[in-house]
């Protein structure tokens, strides 16, 4: 669906931990972009209906962390976690799932997920609009490859899981895929 295409232009609001603030609390807002996440990098990015939701943080976030190695060594640079969840949220949930490899990109209003053609409804779980779980492969910021759940809808009753996991990601890492030789797993 989305092969071969450029990904949008845009600006995430993140908070970064600065120690020169001090006190609880030190952290700061940071502007990043589009480019500052996938520029003249391999990634791996996944997308997710929302942070400390069951399937998102018992399978899918802990699984991508835990292959990490196995992604790097077929030449993935990054793997990102994308959600529409404002930066105190991701941050929260990094800290609680105990991050040391994946890192979160927060698309607190939504705009990357939509201009990805991924935002739906999900009213019926009292989420309001979230992204559509799925993954991709990219390159310089141009999908490679493409994993969606099947049954994209607006309030859909089921979350499927399979398409976008870490394990079938993984799998598909070509060739074909990469551009470049790749390992034998």
Known sequence: MNIG??????????????????GDNPFKWENKTTDDYFKGKKVVLFSLPGAFTPTCSTFQ???????????????????????VND?????????????????LIPDGSAEFTRKMGMLVCKDNLGFGMRSWRYAAVIDDGVVKAWFEEPGFSDNCETDPYGESSPQNVYEKLTEEVLGEKVEAA
Do not use: H
């Open 5 to 22: 295409r450029k990904l949008p232009d845009v600006t995430f609001r993140t908070r970064v931990r600065d120690e020169s603030i001090g």
């Open 87 to 103: 930066a105190f949220v991701m941050n929260a949930w990094g800290k609680q799932q105990g991050l040391k490899n994946i890192k």
């Open 61 to 83: 976030l802990p699984d991508f962390e835990k292959l990490f190695p196995e992604f790097q060594a077929k030449g993935i640079d990054e793997i990102y976690c994308l959600s």
